[in-house]
T-cell receptor, first 116, second 112 residues
Framework: NAGVMQNPRHLVRRRGQEARLRCSPM?????VYWYRQLPEEGLKFMVYLQKENIIDESGMPKERFSAEFPKEGPSILRIQQVVRGDSAAYFCASSPEDRGETGELFFGEGSRLTVL | TQLLEQSPQFLSIQEGENLTVYCNSSSVFSSLQWYRQEPGEGPVLLVTVVTGGEVKKLKRLTFQFGDARKDSSLHITAAQPGDTGLYLCAGGGWNAGNMLTFGGGTRLMVKP
């Protein structure tokens, strides 16, 4: 499967625990984007990364959230001390080195976080 | 911040009917994309429009980019139950780099 791979597909955490969501981009893609989707809503941009570099994190909450895309391995979105409001579907997308103004984003199937 | 508003938010129609959904903004976009998302899956690109006034057709779907590059519409002719899903527009700005801004989506249900 050469598509964007996200895991876990479903994650349940209790308030105060940590959530780690992983994303492996499509083969040959070096740019990764994380979006959050609340029920019945569109996607909200969180962060845009290249290998070992955060390009734009303007959509990321200042506290408890962090993202990385190491030289080797998947991109990881980390949420510390989760709260109920963090419950959402988190989508990862990837693009080739330069999406440009018209390039497509290829999305994974999402990771659904439920905070009890 | 560039915002995209989609209308209607929800639409339920019978098979065979025509429909139009809208994507509007006060900002100018260099390009606009439409994605379709089915339950439990990620969005999939349907079309990209880049020129003001551009019209693109994809089988029964017709996409239009406004002359001023601030709005877009998606028209579906003779809707089918397989068209059911969440339709999302996404704009790329000249200053947005590789980032896309998504609208809130139109959730379409086509009943047999």
């Amino acid at each position: 499967n050469a598509g964007v791979m996200q895991n876990p597909r479903h994650l349940v955490r209790r308030r105060g625990q940590e959530a780690r969501l992983r994303c492996s981009p499509m083969k040959g893609h070096s740019h990764v984007y994380w979006y959050r989707q609340l029920p019945e809503e569109g996607l909200k941009f969180m962060v845009y990364l290249q290998k070992e570099n955060i390009i734009d994190e303007s959509g990321m909450p200042k506290e408890r959230f962090s993202a990385e895309f190491p030289k080797e391995g998947p991109s990881i979105l980390r949420i510390q001390q989760v709260v109920r409001g963090d419950s959402a579907a988190y989508f990862c997308a990837s693009s080739p080195e330069d999406r440009g103004e018209t390039g497509e984003l290829f999305f994974g199937e999402g990771s659904r976080l439920t905070v009890l | 911040t560039q915002l995209l508003e989609q209308s209607p938010q929800f639409l339920s129609i019978q098979e065979g009917e025509n429909l139009t959904v809208y994507c509007n903004s006060s900002s100018v976009f260099s390009s606009l994309q439409w994605y379709r998302q089915e339950p439990g899956e990620g969005p999939v690109l349907l079309v990209t429009v880049v020129t003001g006034g551009e019209v693109k057709k994809l089988k029964r779907l017709t996409f239009q980019f406004g002359d001023a590059r601030k709005d877009s519409s998606l028209h579906i002719t003779a809707a089918q139950p397989g068209d059911t899903g969440l339709y999302l527009c996404a704009g790329g700005g000249w200053n947005a780099g590789n980032m896309l801004t998504f609208g809130g989506g139109t959730r379409l249900m086509v009943k047999p």
